[in-house]
């Protein structure tokens, strides 16, 4: 288990963490009603297996990490 720092920092991002959860799930059967998709990870990283970050650039070529975007059925 991790040496943990500071609890009241850890327990606020478990509960921001867990609201992500329940609100990406009310939002993903929210958009799918409207023929949309929820996407909310990027896909696995095939060496680690872990998800990547969701990326949007603007015309300046900056990078913003995003949690979820919501994307028509066209894609």
């Given at each position: ?6 609890p009241?920092?850890?327990f606020?991002?478990a ?8 609100l990406?799930?009310?939002l ?6 409207h ?16 998800d990547?970050?969701?990326l949007?650039?603007?015309e ?11 994307a028509?059925?066209?894609?």
């Amino acid at each position: 288990m991790p040496d943990i720092q500071n609890p009241g920092s850890a327990f606020g991002e478990a509960i921001g963490a867990s609201m992500e959860v329940v609100l990406n799930r009310l939002l993903a059967e929210l958009v799918t009603e409207h023929s949309c998709l929820l996407i909310s990870r990027g896909q696995a990283n095939p060496k680690t297996l872990k998800d990547t970050k969701l990326l949007l650039h603007d015309e300046s070529g900056t990078a913003f990490n995003i949690d979820a975007v919501v994307a028509n059925s066209s894609l």
